[in-house]
Structure formats: C-alpha cells, structure tokens
C-alpha cells in the first residue's frame, strides 16, 4: 500500500489550503483514513479521521476549521484547512488503516509528510 500526500506549502494566517493523499496498492473504499500532524519538538497528534462509511472524528483545535473527505473513485482523501493558525504549522502525515487505529494513535500504513508552515 503507497500513500502519497500533496498540497502542503507556505501560507498566511488566515489562509487556505487543500492537502490531498492518493492511495494505491489497495482497496481504498474499505479503509478509514486519517490526518496526522506532528510539529517541530512535538509528539505527532491526530486532526482528522475519516470512516469507510463517512463518519469523522477531529481533535478540538482544528473543530470548524479543517474538514476532512474522501472520494472513493479517485482513492484519495483530503484536507481543507480554513482559517489557518501559526500553531497549525507542522509536518502533515496521511494513514490508512482500521479505524480504531487510525481515530486513535495512529498506525497501519501511513505516507510521506508534506509540509505546511503558516506565517506571515
């Protein structure tokens, strides 16, 4: 199973971005999904969850501001991250697995970081 994630970047307080993670090598439509972050000096959190049936789960911090969704067909899962927040920067982690795992500490498969650094 391969996970590639995209769509970090530089961007300011305030702003958007879209982070996208592309799965291949399984059956996507059966695998929860999730977001993991980890900043500088800081142990790596969960921000967001995605059931095979469309059920989410976020950590508080990013509540109303980051939505999480899948598309199936394209066997890909996304980020949109609103109203984006110094603190929110970090290196953006996307995992694949039971959601158990995946809703909780994380674990299973899990793809290459891309960063997102918000700053003015």
């Known amino acids: 199973v391969q996970l590639q994630a995209s769509g970090g970047g530089l961007v300011q307080p305030g702003g958007s971005l879209r982070l996208s993670c592309a799965v291949s090598?399984?059956?996507?439509?059966?695998?929860?999904m999730g977001w993991y972050r980890q900043a500088p000096g800081k142990q790596r959190e969960l921000v967001a969850a995605?059931?095979?049936?469309?059920?989410?789960k976020y950590a508080d911090s990013v509540k109303g501001r980051f939505t999480i969704s899948r598309d199936n067909a394209k066997n890909t899962v996304y980020l949109q991250m609103n109203s984006l927040k110094p603190e929110d920067t970090a290196v953006y982690y996307c995992?694949?697995?039971?959601?158990?795992?995946?809703?909780?500490?994380?674990?299973?498969?899990w793809g290459k970081g891309t960063l997102v650094t918000v700053s003015s």
């Open positions: 995992n694949a697995g039971q959601w158990m795992v995946v809703s909780g500490i994380g674990g299973g498969y």
């Open positions: 090598g399984s059956i996507f439509s059966d695998k929860a």
């Open positions: 995605i059931n095979s049936g469309g059920s989410t």
